[in-house]
């Protein structure tokens, strides 16, 4: 089975974007961005997840990092 773990928290904090802003910008609420980014809770939506890469401006392999799970 496969997994990805979120670089998001990087990404965000390398930018210089508070999770509030992230969130504002991408229309989601604050408890979504904090889930995706200690990876909690369902997988997020493809397109929550396209809306963050075109803001953020990183592609999938940026913002996770596929590790394998047995």
């Known amino acids: 089975m496969e997994h990805y773990k979120s670089n998001l928290r990087d990404i965000r904090e390398a930018a210089g974007i508070s999770q509030e802003q992230l969130a504002s ?6 408890k979504t961005i904090i889930a995706m980014e200690s990876d909690e809770g369902a997988d997020p939506k493809v397109s929550t997840v396209k809306r963050i890469m075109a803001y953020l401006q990183v592609n999938f392999e940026d913002l996770y990092v596929q590790n394998q799970v047995q």
Not at 25 to 30: F, P, Q, R, T, W
């Open 25 to 30: 910008e991408v229309g989601l609420n604050k």
